[in-house]
Nanobody, 119 residues
């Protein structure tokens, strides 16, 4: 069974919205910080947002105020609501378990979900 499965990506116009979902293997999510990362073509993967076990959240500056990360431990799900999307948000988005101090990913990557924002 895959540990992480992302979904919800797609093609959206500038200023549009998308909601990404991440299904996490049961009995794992409640014990870890969870994060969304993204990788644009030709660039390194970068942290987008983190939700800690106590649901404290942290965002990279470029998405602050536009993106919202949330978690539902009962459903084994992590979400990323993305509003006011910009072309520079175009990337493959991944979720992962994250170290609560360094935010480094802790397990193998899933297949990701492609987000494309047209100008």
């Amino acid at each position: 069974q895959e540990q992480l499965v992302e979904s919800g990506g797609g093609l959206v116009q500038f200023g549009g919205s998308l909601r990404l979902s991440c299904t996490v293997q049961p009995f794992i999510i409640a014990r870890y910080a969870m994060a969304w990362y993204r990788q644009a073509p030709g660039k390194e993967r970068e942290l987008v947002a983190v939700t800690k076990i106590d649901e404290h959240t942290k965002y990279r500056d470029s998405v602050q105020g536009r993106f919202t990360i949330s978690r539902d431990n009962a459903k084994n799900m992590v979400y990323l609501q993305m509003n006011s999307l910009k072309p520079e948000d175009t990337a493959v988005y991944y979720c992962n378990l994250a170290d609560s101090d360094t935010y480094q990913p802790l397990t193998n990557w899933g297949q990701g979900t492609q987000v494309t924002v047209s100008s």
